[in-house]
């Protein structure tokens, strides 16, 4: 059975409790603070008993004997997501009969380890200016956008599964489009480019137009492609002088992904937002940036030519 945590709290099919629930991606469970339907979720709270301020993780262990979490902070991309000391109290609470497991490698990416950590100390400037060359892994940076949307197009022809992301950096315009296919306007203007953003929110990398729109990240968390091309927003630059990314509050869209968010916590989860673009593709990753300062920097890393 494949469930949403909504549905395990409500115990729509009133199983009482389950033997065992799997919960992937556990990292984005929520908990009581920006949330869209704060109704429904004190409803389920009042259902099974549990205070105001009980997160969905609660719901899991009230609704099950034995659970398996896969658990990543560093995909945390929201503040409603549940907070890492509280996900690792109520885990220790449970530690007499749970086993922690590290996984230590990584099969979605043919860059492996290596390639995630390499991406991880770019996006956190902590890797000084050190460059990997990746031979088994298609690395590229563009200088145009128009360029990096054909090719994504031309390799979706030929093996599938090959989108454009991007961080929320534009409004999202084209909400409600009924013909996807043929907008009267656009959400994204790069250079001479235009693009709407993920037309559906449900299975979206599957659905009949999104190899010509570009998805955010609430969309490709989670799934495998062949080839990303990521867009680094105008909501994200790299300042030269202090060697640190910097955040533009004003420019980035996600109001419930920046609702309650102090400076410092906003970061995290914008890089950690690109952290997880730039690791979902399984062949290789392509990159642009709309701010110049970035773009600088991040070509010298993610541009695989030896004398970049």
């Given at each position: ?66 659970q398996v979490l ?190 309650g968010t102090n ?46």
């Amino acid at each position: 059975m494949i469930l949403s945590p909504k549905e395990v709290g409500d115990d729509i099919y009133h199983v009482g409790k389950y033997d065992l629930l799997v919960v992937d991606e556990s990292h984005r469970l929520h908990r009581r603070k920006s949330l869209s339907q704060y109704p429904a979720y004190d409803r389920i709270n009042a259902y099974l008993g549990l205070g105001q301020e009980a997160t969905e993780l609660d719901w899991i262990y009230k609704r099950s004997k034995m659970q398996v979490l896969f658990y990543d902070p560093a995909q945390s991309v929201r503040p409603s997501d549940i907070d890492r000391d509280y996900y690792l109290s109520k885990v220790r609470l449970h530690l007499a009969t749970s086993k922690p497991i590290v996984l230590k490698s990584q099969l979605r990416c043919l860059g492996g380890n290596d390639y995630i950590d390499y991406v991880k100390d770019v996006l956190y400037c902590r890797i000084g200016n050190k460059k990997k060359i990746f031979r088994d892994y298609d690395l590229r940076f563009f200088d145009h956008v128009e360029e990096m949307a054909n090719l994504i197009k031309s390799l979706d022809k030929t093996m599938k599964l090959c989108r454009l992301v991007a961080g929320y950096g534009w409004k999202w315009l084209s909400k409600g489009i009924k013909d996807p296919m043929h907008p009267t306007d656009y959400d994204i203007h790069i250079e001479n480019s235009e693009f709407i953003w993920n037309s559906t929110y449900k299975d979206w990398i599957n659905s009949p137009n999104s190899v010509n729109e570009v998805g955010c990240i609430h969309t490709v968390q989670g799934y495998d492609l062949n080839y990303c091309g990521v867009i680094f927003g105008p909501e994200i630059d790299y300042d030269p002088v202090t060697r640190r990314m910097v955040i533009y509050k004003e420019h980035y869209f996600d109001n419930l992904g920046k609702a309650g968010t102090n400076p410092v916590s906003l970061q995290e989860y914008i890089l950690n937002i690109y952290a997880t673009l730039m690791t979902r593709g399984i062949r290789g990753t392509f990159v642009y940036a709309c701010n110049p300062n970035l773009q600088q920097y991040l070509k010298h890393y993610f541009d695989q030519n030896e004398d970049s």
